[in-house]
């Protein structure tokens, strides 16, 4: 049977407002609570999508012709990887001892980016995923991610990948995580928006994630106060758009919530996660495994990071064989 790193992990699980527009005040109260966890015996904390400075809800409520403002508002307020931003956050997590996953407006070049953080105990920082395609509103704000960030990765508690928000409606996204052995799924979405409908989904989409891949999945959407949204807008109409939506929650691989989930207000879900319990799903449906069948269907993962892989094609000095861009992709099982 497989060991465990840990066969008892404590999960936090944050809803919490931003400081919109003030990046570093948002980081502070980001910090506060990865030492409110570390306090209460958490081994792991996640943090809502783009918590850092805020999720750019202006997006949602404003035609394009009318944010630039707030747009350029978010640039000011981009997250340079590394940078200020992520050392304050490094040394706390290596001070608390705990593994974060944080959700950034990552500003590179001219270019901002819904990424994803994952900082294990020593405060290193052992994933950085790009959201592979924003949804809708959103890709008037941020650019593309590639697959680079499509894998799980390995921390002091165990093995750990992340998806943002309607990736989780990406099945082949997900199994790219699936296929790479995740043990602890950690989802993150905005919150505060759409109503009850979207809350329904988002519960909908963890808890058939837990099921399908037989990890834990721990999720943190974010909130947004009443005076929040009179920033954003004074239209009570809109004002609709920009609540509800909330469900912060840790589910267990069976598909069970391991604790009352947070649907309004801030607050930390905590769950003990019984990592037995991934042997005990899997026994029965190894999506991956037993359950798979290869020689019918198969994934390809591209997991090249196209940065680097733009520049070497368009630098002829730095040219390099396709030969060996093809052997950068990953072909799944």
Request: charged fraction near 20%; include cysteine.
């Amino acid at each position: 049977m497989p060991k465990f790193k840990k066969s008892i992990v404590k999960a936090a699980a944050v809803q919490i407002s931003p400081i919109i527009d003030d990046l570093m005040a948002t980081t502070e109260k980001v910090v506060a609570y990865i030492q409110k966890a570390s306090t209460e015996g958490a081994d792991i904390v996640v943090f809502p999508e783009t918590i850092i400075p805020n999720y750019p809800y202006f997006s949602f409520i404003k035609p394009p012709v009318l944010f630039g403002k707030d747009h350029l508002r978010l640039y000011d307020n981009g997250v340079i990887i590394p940078g200020p931003v992520t050392e304050q956050l490094s040394n706390v997590i290596n001070e608390c001892g705990i593994v974060a996953i944080i959700g950034v407006n990552e500003l590179d070049g001219g270019t901002l980016y819904n990424t994803q953080l994952i900082f294990d105990t020593n405060g290193e920082i052992v994933l950085k995923r790009r959201k592979i395609t924003p949804t809708y509103h959103e890709r008037m704000v941020w650019g593309q991610g590639d697959g680079s960030g499509l894998r799980a990765v390995d921390t002091a508690i165990g093995r750990i990948g992340a998806l943002a928000c309607w990736e989780h409606y990406n099945p082949l996204a997900r199994y790219a995580l699936i296929e790479d052995r995740e043990e602890i799924h950690c989802s993150q979405f905005p919150g505060s928006m759409v109503g009850q409908i979207f809350a329904d989904q988002i519960e909908v989409s963890i808890r058939h994630h837990a099921l399908e891949s037989g990890c834990f999945v721990i999720n943190a959407t974010g909130w947004l106060d009443q005076r929040q949204k009179d920033a954003l807008t004074k239209d009570t109409s809109l004002q609709k758009a920009l609540s509800g939506g909330c469900m912060t929650a840790i589910i267990s691989p069976e598909g069970k919530h391991l604790c009352d989930p947070i649907t309004e207000g801030e607050g930390v879900a905590y769950a003990d996660l019984n990592m037995e319990l991934i042997t005990k799903r899997k026994r029965m449906m190894d999506s991956a495994g037993h359950y798979s069948r290869p020689e019918l269907l198969s994934l390809n993962v591209d997991r090249t990071a196209y940065k680097q892989a733009y520049k070497q094609y368009n630098d002829p000095s730095t040219a390099i064989d396709p030969e060996e861009i093809a052997n950068n992709h990953e072909y799944s099982q």
